[in-house]
């Protein structure tokens, strides 16, 4: 399984500005993910980002406040922009392994905690 | 629609007691299924994962889960558990073809250990 980072790994903001989560991985992967666990709540995918393509955004995420880049095969960030109280979460980047052609499972980075205040 | 149900909410067991963990899904196929444990403060852990074969799958830290068709449900199950067991468990599904594996999590079931 692959070693994931995340920096920083907790924040405290002010309203009204951003953050940009890096994730970094130990070795190159296809399929990276963000998720976001808000409090005592369960993980809903944000976005897949493949590297040298747009990120791919579920229902009620949008690129301008979830700006994702993925410059290479290793390395994504994720922005939280324009934060509010309601942003407060935990935001988890994974990458997938890939057996045939597929993503069969995905391995987790211990998570950027945000909370704005 | 896809979906991933954990009925508890909050389970305590004492130490040495055994354990089950219910997840029960909704999926046009059968799908990818996978237990995933999260402690205080942390990122998420593979537990294991079940994608074909033998319906009862082996992972880490002494826990096995069991694949059942005729009720959708794929449970985690300990024989003994230990103190360091406590923590949140999220079972999850994801497509069985695809270029890409999107994970749906259920809601999640905390595991108190009482000594």
């Known amino acids: 399984s692959a070693v994931i980072s995340q920096k920083p790994s907790r924040d405290i903001c002010q309203r009204g500005t951003s953050l940009t989560i890096q994730c970094q991985v130990d070795?190159?992967?296809?399929?990276m993910f963000w998720y976001r666990q808000q409090p005592g709540q369960s993980l809903t995918l944000i976005a897949t980002a493949n590297q040298g393509s747009e990120a791919t955004y579920e229902s009620g995420f949008v690129i301008d406040k979830f700006p994702i880049s993925r410059p290479n095969l290793t390395f994504s960030t994720l922005t939280v922009s324009n934060m509010s109280p309601e942003d407060s979460s935990i935001y988890l980047c994974?990458?997938?392994?890939?057996?045939?052609?597929?993503?069969?499972?995905?391995?987790f980075g211990p998570g950027t905690r945000l909370t704005v205040l | 629609a896809q979906s991933v149900t954990q009925p508890d909410i909050h389970i305590t067991v004492s130490e040495g007691a055994s354990l089950e963990l219910r997840c029960n899904y909704s999926y046009g196929a059968t799908p990818y299924l996978f237990w995933y444990v999260q402690s205080p403060g942390q990122g998420l852990q593979l537990l294991l994962k079940?994608?074909?074969?033998?319906?009862l799958v082996q992972g880490i830290k002494g826990f096995e889960a069991e694949f059942k068709r005729s009720q959708s449900s794929f449970n985690l199950r300990k024989p003994s558990v230990h103190w360091s067991d406590a923590a949140e468990y999220f079972c999850?599904?994801?497509?069985?073809?695809?270029?890409?594996?999107?994970?749906?999590f259920g809601a999640g079931t905390r595991l108190a250990v009482h000594p």
């Open positions: 999850a599904v994801g497509p069985p073809r695809g270029g890409y594996n999107k994970l749906i």
């Open positions: 079940y994608f074909s074969g033998d319906t």
């Open positions: 070795s190159q992967v296809t399929m």
């Open positions: 994974s990458v997938g392994s890939l057996a045939g052609g597929i993503t069969v499972e995905q391995f």
